[in-house]
């Protein structure tokens, strides 16, 4: 079984709810890694957060939906894109939401 979109939709609920404690929800999916919450929300602004965890969201739907997709290489492009992000100065896509 394929657990890469099992892993990114972990990944993605960690990061909204890294956003969530930003605004001092408590409420989470993940309280088994609270300290981990906290180091993402105290470390990270919600802009860099929100961005990651759309990408992470469309990546997941491409591996998902798209057939004969290089999992390997879309999975590297999107770790390189997410550290691009993580640098200062960075100018991150815009939210349509």
């Known amino acids: 079984m394929n ?3 099992v892993r990114l939709h972990w990944l993605a609920s960690l990061l909204v709810d890294a ?8 409420l989470v999916s993940n309280p088994d890694v609270w300290p981990l919450l ?3 929300a105290h470390s ?3 802009a ?3 961005a990651i965890a759309h990408d992470v969201c469309t990546c997941r739907e ?3 939906n798209v057939v004969g997709v290089n999992r390997e290489l ?3 492009e999107r770790l390189l894109r997410w550290e691009h992000y993580l640098q200062p100065g ?8």
């Open 62 to 64: 491409q591996l998902l």
């Open 44 to 46: 990270l602004p919600a």
């Open 74 to 76: 879309l999975l590297t």
């Open 19 to 26: 956003q969530k404690r930003q605004q001092g929800i408590t």
């Open 90 to 97: 960075t100018v991150l896509p815009v939210s349509h939401l």
């Open 3 to 5: 657990r890469r979109p």
């Open 38 to 40: 906290e180091q993402l």
């Open 48 to 50: 860099r957060l929100q």
